[in-house]
């Protein structure tokens, strides 16, 4: 356990230098190779095809809390549709969270949206974290006793297979109370987007 602890730590870490890395990325006195440079044409050539990215994912990953290094595992599926240079997501998961007595399980649902540059997906997400308590835990029926927003600047990896490496940092939204953490997540492509007015599956 004190070994996996010190991985999801420097996942952390990790995590937190990709996105400086990324952030470094936009000054404006780093020279782009020209659009007819072997460099340009190898990175093009490279590039995934936007309009395979589009479809339903499942999702398999980890939350690890800033202050004191805890993981919680994350699990469920998410509907990506590109458009252009654009995207915008929708996910339902499912995790874990510390409890008084026993752990609690919570639901997490959310949309994020943002900008394809290559191989890279940058945008944002909204989330809401509703705990699910049943009788036994003080709440009446299968309610939820408590829900949180939460908001992520999210930093996404198309893989050579399609497979999509999604790094959120999350905080708090206004108004809600909750410990900053870094997420995890690989997403692998399970099939179309279901038109919901019954036409043909999205692409």
Same mark, same amino acid.
Do not use: W
């Given at each position: 356990?004190?070994?996996?602890?010190?991985?999801?730590?420097?996942?952390?870490?990790?995590?937190?230098?990709?996105?400086?890395?990324?952030?470094?990325?936009?000054?404006?006195? @780093?020279?782009?190779?020209?659009?007819?440079?072997?460099?340009?044409?190898?990175?093009?050539?490279?590039?995934?095809?936007?309009?395979?990215?589009?479809?339903?994912?499942?999702?398999?990953?980890?939350?690890?809390?800033?202050?004191?290094?805890?993981?919680?595992?994350?699990?469920?599926?998410?509907?990506?549709?590109?458009?252009?240079?654009?995207?915008?997501?929708?996910?339902?998961?499912?995790? @874990?969270?510390?409890?008084?007595? @026993?752990? @609690?399980?919570?639901?997490?649902?959310?949309?994020?949206?943002?900008?394809?540059?290559?191989?890279?997906?940058?945008?944002?997400?909204?989330?809401?974290?509703?705990?699910?308590?049943?009788?036994?835990?003080?709440?009446?029926?299968?309610?939820?006793?408590?829900?949180?927003?939460?908001?992520?600047?999210?930093?996404?990896?198309?893989?050579?297979?399609?497979?999509?490496?999604?790094?959120?940092?999350?905080?708090?939204?206004?108004?809600?109370?909750?410990?900053?953490?870094?997420?995890?997540?690989?997403?692998?492509?399970?099939?179309?987007?279901?038109?919901?007015?019954?036409?043909?599956?999205?692409?």
């Amino acid at each position: 356990m004190v070994h996996f602890l010190r991985l999801e730590r420097l996942m952390f870490v990790a995590s937190s230098l990709v996105l400086l890395a990324f952030v470094g990325c936009e000054r404006t006195d @780093v020279q782009q190779p020209a659009a007819n440079s072997p460099t340009a044409t190898a990175s093009e050539s490279t590039s995934p095809d936007v309009r395979l990215l589009s479809g339903r994912y499942l999702l398999q990953g980890v939350t690890v809390q800033a202050s004191d290094g805890r993981s919680r595992p994350l699990s469920g599926t998410m509907e990506l549709r590109v458009s252009g240079e654009e995207y915008t997501a929708r996910f339902s998961t499912k995790t @874990v969270l510390p409890g008084e007595i @026993v752990p @609690v399980p919570a639901s997490v649902e959310g949309e994020g949206m943002g900008f394809v540059r290559g191989r890279s997906m940058v945008g944002s997400t909204t989330s809401r974290m509703r705990l699910d308590r049943g009788e036994d835990e003080g709440t009446p029926g299968s309610g939820t006793a408590e829900e949180l927003r939460v908001i992520s600047t999210a930093l996404s990896e198309v893989a050579e297979d399609g497979s999509i490496v999604i790094r959120l940092q999350n905080e708090p939204a206004e108004g809600n109370d909750y410990s900053p953490s870094v997420s995890i997540l690989n997403a692998h492509r399970i099939g179309d987007l279901i038109d919901v007015a019954g036409g043909p599956p999205s692409r």
